[in-house]
Structure formats: structure tokens, C-alpha cells
């Protein structure tokens, strides 16, 4: 299983960028998708996360201008990001939590490469 991150790059304070997120492999189903981001000097943390049913799930730092969704058809994952702030700045990471046939059904954690985000003037 693999997860291919895009859409980063660099935008203006107040500006918008959509991050998407594909997995691909052999993939029976997905149970939670989302994003983390790491800035330099600082741990990674949770942005954004959707399970494949219920409530979203957000850092009190991005609610109301970060949106998260997902294409189950499609196996992904999306991130749109409005109203930018230089502190959204970092590298974001999609992950996914895949079931998976092997020898039976079994779930791991997968993480895509990651995509820079740079918010400045």
C-alpha cells in the first residue's frame, strides 16, 4: 500500500491551497484517513481527521478555515486550507489506516512522503 501526497506549495497569508492525498495497493477498505503537518523545531500534530463514517475531527488551530474530505470510491483523502496563516506553515503527511487480505484481515498504518506548505508575503 502506498499513500501519494500533492497540492502544497507556496501561498500568500489569507491565501487557499487544496492538498489531496491517493492510496493505492491492495487495499480492502480504509478505516480512518486524515493529515498531520511538522514545522521545523516542533512535533507533528494532528490537522485534520475523517473516519469512514462519523465526525470529523480537527485542531483547534485550523477549525473554521480547514476542511477535510474523502472519496472512498477513489481511496482519498482531501485537505482544502483557507484564510492561510504564516503558522500553517510545515510539512503536511496524509496517513491512512488500511485493511489489507494477507494470510487474513489485517490493519496497519500507512504514511504518505509528505508536501511543503509555505505560507509567507
Known amino acids: 500500500v502506498q499513500l501519494q501526497a500533492s497540492g502544497g506549495g507556496l501561498v500568500q497569508p489569507g491565501g487557499s491551497l487544496r492538498l489531496s492525498c491517493a492510496a493505492s495497493?491492495?487495499?480492502?477498505?480504509?478505516?480512518?484517513m486524515g493529515w498531520y503537518r511538522q514545522a521545523p523545531g516542533r512535533k507533528r500534530e494532528l490537522v485534520a481527521d475523517?473516519?469512514?463514517?462519523?465526525?470529523?475531527k480537527y485542531a483547534d488551530s485550523v477549525k473554521g478555515r480547514f476542511t477535510i474530505s474523502r472519496d472512498n470510491a477513489k481511496n482519498m483523502v482531501y485537505l482544502r486550507m483557507s484564510s492561510l496563516k504564516p503558522e500553517d506553515t510545515a510539512i503536511y503527511f496524509c496517513y491512512a489506516y488500511v485493511w489489507s487480505y494477507g494470510s487474513s484481515l489485517e490493519g496497519h498504518d500507512y504514511w504518505g512522503q509528505g508536501t511543503q506548505v509555505t505560507v509567507s508575503s
Open positions: 475523517i473516519p469512514s463514517g462519523g465526525s470529523t
Open positions: 495497493g491492495s487495499i480492502f477498505r480504509i478505516s480512518n
